[in-house]
């Protein structure tokens, strides 16, 4: 079956500095992307969603400026958090879309 | 009160018996994802429904799209079906659809 990676699976980090997040797509390509936050003990959250050469999509409350999404390829999108505060803390995981969505592994991020 | 409704929400089961989870939800949809999330946080994508039934090894996904219900049955449960499983519900058209998804169902099976 179809494959997403993210990478890294885990990552510390100190307040105020960024996070890049990597969402591939291994075997197939994925012209749409999706980034999902998910809180502990609640619902995945849509924070975005990527288009492959265009302006991501971001959903009502999420900053864009604070998330950047760069989905330069139609196997690779990023999400960077900028200027990262401990409320960042959270699982971010990534779904490309081919038929129905694969979704990666998710990237635990602490913010310390 | 939540687009996607789960129950129960949390589920303890001893080994080899019979699972029901289910997932109500309120608003028009294309598709119905049930989801497995292991305890690591990584997630697995079960079925995709639009009506009827589907079936894969042990777990079996029913939707009524009139009752706007969808079930998840797992038979002769195991301790590694233990996971969180997550109802989410494809609004909107196409397969760019946003998905939105239920809080899930903790399932527990002791041996």
């Known amino acids: 079956g179809a494959v997403v990676s993210q990478h890294p699976s885990w990552v510390i980090c100190k307040s105020g500095t960024s996070v890049k997040i990597e969402c591939r797509s291994l075997d197939f390509q994925a012209t749409t992307m999706f980034w999902y936050r998910q809180f502990p003990k609640q619902s995945l959250m849509l924070m975005a969603t990527?288009?492959?050469?265009?302006?991501?999509?971001?959903e009502q409350g999420v900053e864009k400026d604070k998330f950047l999404i760069n989905h330069a390829s139609l196997t690779l999108s990023t999400l960077t958090v900028t200027s990262a505060h401990p409320e960042d803390s959270s699982f971010y995981i990534c779904?490309?879309?081919?038929?129905?969505?694969?979704f990666g592994p998710g990237t635990r991020l602490t913010v310390l | 009160k939540n687009e996607v409704e789960q129950s129960p929400q949390n589920l303890t089961a001893q080994e080899g018996e019979f699972i029901t989870i289910n997932c109500s939800y309120s608003?028009?949809?294309?598709?119905l994802h049930w989801l497995q999330q292991h305890p690591g946080g990584g997630i697995v994508s079960l079925f995709m429904?639009?009506?009827g039934k589907k079936k894969h090894g042990r777990l079996i996904a029913t939707i009524n799209i009139q009752e706007k219900h969808s079930s998840l049955h797992i038979t002769a449960s195991h301790p590694r079906d233990s996971a969180v499983y997550i109802c989410?519900?494809?609004?909107?058209?196409?397969?760019?659809?946003?998905?939105?998804f239920g809080k899930g169902t903790k399932l527990s099976v002791k041996p």
């Open positions: 779904s490309a879309s081919l038929n129905t969505q694969y």
């Open positions: 429904l639009s009506s």
């Open positions: 989410a519900v494809r609004s909107g058209g196409g397969s760019q659809g946003n998905l939105i």
């Open positions: 990527s288009n492959e050469g265009s302006k991501a999509t971001y």
């Open positions: 608003v028009g949809i294309s598709a």
